[in-house]
């Protein structure tokens, strides 16, 4: 061989060796490797309970960190402990006890808790007679498969003097029927889920949650093993990374998670409007009060994810209490090293901060005049954009917060259009059914008879058509529509909404109205005005007013160029500590599985901003027909032309 044949075989295999060298080093690179497969196992069906994962697939955030993530919907012969501990399954959701598995020897841990409280509790309906915890002595309770998953409650039942022996466990059929049909006395439910079905069906339920108790545990804690974390490291950590980058999107765009849930996780064949109950409830599940020792002080912080070692440990009290385990939870062990940055809290007398209020004050002072020629500088224009700008982010907000509470209250519309329609269809139907009966028995039907049949079915299908009329101004979405429209219509129109729903709620209504017109939007008035409808109807329901004593008045008098409205209820009146605050964004005196808090809110900006009127609320006390009342009056004062 010559020198130059072996000078062409290095120059050959030293650019094979080049090539392989850099795909070796390009292989490393997330940028030129495929991503690695991981799942997720869920505790449920899917629905809003788990819309971060969702997000944080659907958005890339994943895909973003070398992750592709499968997730495994939850079925009734799902064993989430044995799947994690067999490796068939990389992470998965759980419940507070997943602690017990800990202590017991499994390799558990947790990487973070979602809710910060859990949505679990126990449902009786209204009308069962149930007041109190005490009251479920006896009674048939519909809790899941063995006490671990359901302790908190089971600590509720005990530390209110019921045993075991005091309660007939009944095994869960995930049926909601069965505590519809007084199958059982009480199941165990979650906010966020069979609430919103109870109210969807018109059927009036009572909760009793652990948390208000003093049983505060964690729900939906994210977990793995110390197997899997020091296998995959880096995947671990982007994995969890992603997942609260996910949750966080999910909880500020609540509107645009429930689409996509009902797009493309819809398995349960939920509404929209549901997903976006279930997310505003769970929001809520994500915050969490920290007091300090004087018990003075109350601070909420977003916490999604964060495991704190003091509530673990009360936790774990529990259980030993009630038996579940005897032994101590290295915590240690169980929380993952990156669940939660630290938080930094501090506590200060009055004369500390009195002395540390005077010194930020000194601190702003001196930064505004060291900074004031820089804002003095800015130009004419510079000024305008910059109002310009904070003029459409209010307006954006608002706009947001209009949409939040038309949705809202579009389940109750919904309500309200399903208690009109089932009496005509009921009649329609009963029509028909007589008919098919008479000819099936070849009895003879008499042109008078199928006359009759006609002109009735004819009658309820216009009552229907009627109704759809009614309705449609409330969904009609071009707000800006401005015009001359008469207050007392507007009224009437209202009380044409409601009037299917305060009839079965057996609320009358008594009104003294006449002729007013102003301009403005009309169906931007009837929302503010419905929400006061509503609210005064839930406030009968949720305070036990008896039936005969449930009277709404409303009532008109032209004051000079102004027009009053008083709209006033016999339901108890408001709290006097809170009287102040109902006009207030997310403020709501019901239970949030009920409430968003932005009724009120919105009626008094249409109310103050758009009609430019004024809008206050006070309780009062009267006398009708001979017997005395109190309750709320909602006064509305309007300038009209």
Not at 98 to 106: A, E, P
Not at 206 to 221: A, R, S, T
Not at 441 to 460: A, F, G, H, R, T
Request: some cysteine; proline content about 2%; charged content about 20%.
């Amino acid at each position: 061989m010559d020198d130059n044949m072996l000078l062409v075989g290095s120059k050959k295999n030293l650019n094979t060796f080049f090539f392989f060298s850099l795909f070796f080093i390009f292989s490393q690179n997330p940028l030129y490797s495929e991503n690695k497969k991981v799942t997720l196992q869920l505790n449920w069906l899917h629905q809003f309970q788990f819309a971060g994962y969702y997000m944080a697939k659907e958005l890339g955030y994943y895909d973003e960190l070398g992750i592709d993530l499968e997730i495994q919907e939850y079925t009734y012969e799902t064993k989430i402990i044995d799947k994690i501990e067999n490796r068939k399954v990389d992470f998965a959701v759980g419940r507070s006890s997943i602690i017990i598995d800990k202590i017991k020897g499994k390799d558990i841990v947790a990487l973070g808790a979602i809710f910060q409280s859990s949505p679990l509790m126990l449902m009786v309906r209204k009308d069962s007679g149930i007041l109190s915890v005490k009251d479920l002595k006896n009674k048939k309770i519909m809790i899941a498969k063995g006490s671990n998953s359901s302790a908190s409650i089971l600590a509720m039942l005990n530390a209110n003097g019921l045993s075991s022996e005091d309660i007939k466990v009944i095994p869960h059929s995930f049926d909601l029927s069965d505590l519809i049909n007084n199958n059982v006395d009480a199941m165990a439910s979650y906010l966020s889920n069979q609430p919103i079905q109870m109210e969807d069906k018109n059927v009036f339920y009572k909760i009793f949650h652990p948390k208000d108790y003093g049983f505060d545990f964690y729900g939906d804690i994210l977990f793995t093993t110390s197997a899997f974390i020091k296998s995959n490291p880096k995947i671990t950590k982007n994995f969890y990374d992603a997942s609260i980058k996910g949750w966080q999107y999910a909880f500020n765009n609540i509107v645009k998670t429930s689409e996509l849930i009902q797009e493309k996780y819809n398995t349960q064949n939920k509404s929209f409007i549901t997903y976006v109950k279930e997310g505003e409830i769970l929001k809520k599940m994500t915050y969490v009060s920290i007091k300090s020792n004087n018990e003075q002080h109350t601070i909420s912080h977003p916490n999604l994810g964060l495991l704190e070692k003091e509530k673990l440990n009360e936790i774990v009290g529990v259980f030993k209490v009630m038996g579940l385990v005897n032994k101590d939870l290295n915590t240690k062990e169980f929380i993952y090293e990156f669940n939660h940055p630290k938080m930094l809290a501090f506590y200060l007398s009055k004369q500390e901060l009195y002395i540390g209020s005077l010194l930020i004050l000194v601190l702003l002072f001196v930064l505004f005049y060291s900074n004031k020629k820089k804002k003095w500088l800015l130009t004419k224009s510079e000024l305008e954009n910059e109002v310009e700008f904070q003029r459409n982010e209010l307006n954006k907000n608002n706009r947001l917060l209009m949409v939040q509470s038309k949705l809202a209250a579009l389940g109750e519309m919904l309500g309200n259009i399903a208690h009109q329609w089932r009496q005509p269809l009921s009649a329609i139907t009963s029509n028909m059914s007589h008919l098919q009966l008479r000819i099936e028995m070849d009895s003879q039907v008499s042109k008078e008879m199928l006359l009759s049949s006609i002109k009735s079915v004819n009658s309820q299908c216009h009552y229907l058509s009627d109704t759809i009329d009614d309705f449609r101004s409330f969904f009609d979405s071009h707000s800006s529509n401005l015009g001359m429209f008469n207050i007392k219509d507007a009224i009437e129109q209202t009380k044409s909404l409601t009037k299917d729903s305060y009839a079965h709620n057996h609320i009358n209504v008594v009104s003294f109205l006449h002729n007013c017109n102003i301009v403005d939007n009309q169906n931007t008035f009837i929302q503010s005005i419905l929400n006061i409808f509503n609210n005064t109807k839930d406030a009968f329901v949720l305070n036990d007013i008896p039936q005969e004593d449930r009277f709404f008045f409303i009532t008109m008098k032209k004051v000079s160029s102004t027009v009053e409205i008083r709209f006033t209820d016999s339901a108890g009146g408001i709290d006097e500590d809170i009287i102040d605050c109902v006009f207030e964004p997310y403020f709501t005196t019901k239970h949030k599985a009920k409430g968003t808090g932005l009724g009120l809110y919105m009626t008094h900006q249409i109310i103050a901003k758009h009609l430019q009127g004024i809008i206050s609320v006070c309780n009062k006390e009267f006398e009708y027909k001979n017997k005395k009342y109190k309750g709320a009056e909602f006064i509305i004062t309007i300038a009209f032309p």
